[in-house]
Every structure is written in C-alpha cells, then in structure tokens.
Nanobody
Framework: QVQLVESGGGLVQPGGSLRLACAASGYIFSIYPMAWYRQAPGSQREFVARIAASGSTDYADSVKGRFTISRDNAKNTVYLQMNSLKREDTAVYYC??????????WGQGTQVTVSS
C-alpha cells in the first residue's frame, strides 16, 4: 500500500531555513505528481507546492520565491526547501500523492515551528 513518511521538521528562527523530505513507497513514484500541504493550529489545511511527474512546479502565493519543491525519482523522495521562514509558516506540513485511493494518500505530517 501507499506509504508517505515526512521528515526534516523542527524549530527554526525567523529568516532561517529547513528542508523537508517525504519518502514514498508502495507505488510507482515517478509517474505521479506530489504535493506539500500545511495546517496551522485552528486553520484548514492549505496547499503549499506541487511538482508534476514532468518536474513542472506550482506554488502558493504565500511561499513563492521562498520555497522550492523538488523530487528525486531514484530515491522515491520529494523535498521542500524552505528559506526565509516567517512565523506564519508555522504549521504541520503534509506530503500528498494522488496514488493509493480515490482521494489520494497523505503522510503523517512533520511539525515546523518558526520562532525566536
């Protein structure tokens, strides 16, 4: 079955950087788009970034120019490089793929906290 495991979250000061990783298994990773979403306390889950099987990318306006999504098909892993982090980037970050079920599949999430 599809499994997504996120890592790389943690506590970082404003202006700092983090790189999240999502290791995928149980399906043919290279042919599916991948995405990152996030959910802050008291808020709905929101789209952050997406990368197609072709490698084309799409970003939420709030992270454009600061975050970069990439994928390594040899490692079945998608990354999210986050630079110039702001307090409002604090959230649980989730990896998502359309593979697995009609509604796709989610990872368990990784906490990112931006605070001084």
């Amino acid at each position: 079955q599809v499994q997504l495991v996120e890592s790389g979250g943690g506590l970082v000061q404003p202006g700092g950087s983090l790189r999240l990783a999502c290791a995928a298994s149980g399906y043919i990773f290279s042919i599916y788009p991948m995405a990152w979403y996030r959910q802050a306390p008291g808020s709905q889950r929101e789209f952050v970034a997406r990368i197609a099987a072709s490698g084309s990318t799409d970003y939420a306006d709030s992270v454009k120019g600061r975050f970069t999504i990439s994928r390594d098909n040899a490692k079945n892993t998608v990354y999210l490089q986050m630079n110039s982090l702001k307090r409002e980037d604090t959230a649980v970050y989730y990896c998502y793929t359309t593979a697995g079920t009609l509604k796709g599949s989610w990872g368990q999430g990784t906490q990112v906290t931006v605070s001084s």
